[in-house]
C-alpha cells in the first residue's frame, strides 16, 4: 500500500504562485478591463490589495491568544465514556469558563487586544511588505483585483489564462510550481 506525500507549498495557497504582476497585467490589458492606468501604477495596487489583509492576520492571531477556551464538545471527551462522566468534563469546563469571563473587563480586554495587534503589526510589517505575494490569501487577492477593476471573465479562466502566461513566459513561479510537482511525483 502507497503512503500518502504531502506537498508542502511555500506559498499562502496555490493561487499565490498566480500573482505575477506581469502576467496579471497583461491579462488584464488583453481583456481590455477599464480603470488600468500604468503597470507601476497597477503593480502598486496590486501590493497595495495585498498588504491590506495585514490587519485581518494579525487580528486573527492576537485573538488566537486571547480567546477563552471553547466551550465545544471534543470527541475525545465521549469515547467511550458514560454520560455522567460526559457531563461532569462538560459542566466542569463551562464553570471555567464562566469563571472567567465573570472577571471580564470589555475595556481592559480592548486596549490590550489593541496593543498586542499594534505590536503584532509592526512585527510583521517588514514580512508583508518584503514577502506579501506569499503571505497573503491568494483566493482573497483575485477576488479584491476583481472587486477593484471590472473583469469580465469567469475567475477559474482568468487564473487558467494566468497560469497559461506564465507558464509559456516560464516565470520564476512557474519554475517553482513545476519543480515542486516534479519532485512530489518522483518521490511516489
Not at 487580528?59 to 465521549?78: H, N
Request: glycine share 2%; charged share 30%; hydrophobic share 35%.
Amino acid at each position: 500500500m502507497n503512503n500518502p506525500k504531502i506537498l508542502q507549498w511555500d506559498r499562502y495557497c496555490l493561487e499565490n504562485y498566480l500573482i505575477d504582476r506581469k502576467a496579471l497585467f497583461d491579462q488584464l490589458t488583453e481583456l481590455n478591463v477599464q480603470n488600468l492606468v500604468s503597470r507601476g501604477t497597477f503593480e502598486d495596487q496590486v501590493k497595495s490589495l495585498a498588504v491590506t489583509q495585514l490587519n485581518e492576520f494579525v487580528a486573527k492571531e492576537v485573538y488566537a491568544t486571547l480567546e477563552p477556551e471553547s466551550p465545544g464538545l471534543r470527541s475525545t471527551e465521549i469515547a467511550r465514556k458514560e454520560y455522567p462522566a460526559i457531563a461532569e468534563t462538560l459542566a466542569n469546563r463551562l464553570a471555567s469558563i464562566k469563571s472567567e469571563l465573570d472577571s471580564f473587563n470589555d475595556n481592559e480586554w480592548k486596549d490590550k487586544f489593541i496593543q498586542l495587534c499594534q505590536e503584532k503589526h509592526a512585527e510583521q510589517t517588514k514580512i508583508w511588505n518584503d514577502s506579501w505575494n506569499k503571505v497573503c490569501n491568494g483566493k482573497r487577492l483575485i477576488d479584491d483585483i476583481y472587486r477593484h477593476y471590472t473583469v469580465k471573465q469567469s475567475k477559474f479562466e482568468f487564473k487558467r489564462a494566468i497560469a497559461r502566461r506564465i507558464k509559456s513566459e516560464q516565470s520564476e513561479d512557474w519554475t517553482l510550481v513545476r519543480a515542486k510537482i516534479s519532485d512530489a511525483l518522483s518521490q511516489s
